[in-house]
């Protein structure tokens, strides 16, 4: 999948792949910002090659440490900024089928990068035709965004941005507490340490109830 943002105008391929050794499951990510990794890695290799910036590297983030702690070749589909509606298009267009699918949900009224679109409930029982009997976990990083579902296994909200946020970046969100444990910056507007403690919340929340190890 090709895309072409204003994070990325030279545009990126989708998936951004981690790979695990012995895989026991294949998991897809989808979102925004909280789920993106594609964008991020071509945006930084054009810094690193115009002002030898340091390299991008993914093993700070969220999704490199759950695909260890499940086990699991992980698919990256988050796009910088993407609303309901591209979320939703992206899974809509996968040539894939996956384990595991974990689905950050962002602002419903974000209008769509590539269509103009706002999302419309029409979208939401596309998903849920598309993604029936599949493990679905939802993830939420506002409370308010959290007016459905794609699935019925589970879900959870993420606040790691605002007690762990990372700490390379001026956050726009507000009560942010700054934790002078947190040394170490990452992506999706957490630390690296904000990373490995929301997928470690994400492990326990899902351990006993899918085939983990």
């Not at 946020?165 to 992506?187: A, M, R």
Request: with cysteine.
């Amino acid at each position: 999948m090709f895309i072409k943002t204003s994070f990325c105008p030279e545009g990126v391929t989708l998936p951004y792949v981690i790979k695990v050794d012995n895989p026991k499951l294949k998991i897809g990510i989808f979102g925004d910002s909280f789920a993106a990794l594609a964008e991020e890695a071509k945006r930084n290799k054009i810094l690193y090659e115009q002002n030898n910036k340091k390299r991008f590297n993914h093993e700070g983030t969220w999704p490199y440490f759950i695909a260890n702690m499940l086990k699991g070749e992980t698919h990256v589909y988050g796009i910088l900024a993407a609303s309901m509606v591209d979320i939703a298009n992206t899974i809509l267009n996968l040539n894939t089928d996956f384990d595991m699918y974990f689905i950050f949900h962002t602002s419903p009224l974000r209008t769509s990068l590539f269509t103009n679109e706002k999302y419309s409930r029409k979208y939401l029982y596309k998903v849920l035709e598309s993604l029936k009997d599949k493990k679905v976990i939802d993830l939420y990083w506002a409370i308010n965004h959290k007016i459905q579902n794609f699935g019925n296994y589970k879900e959870f909200i993420c606040n790691y941005h605002i007690t762990h946020p990372n700490v390379n970046e001026l956050s726009g969100f507000t009560n942010v507490i700054k934790n002078p444990n947190d040394v170490l910056g990452s992506y999706h507007h957490m630390s690296s340490r904000g990373n490995f403690l929301f997928a470690f919340e994400l492990y326990k929340h899902l351990k006993g109830e899918v085939a983990i190890g």
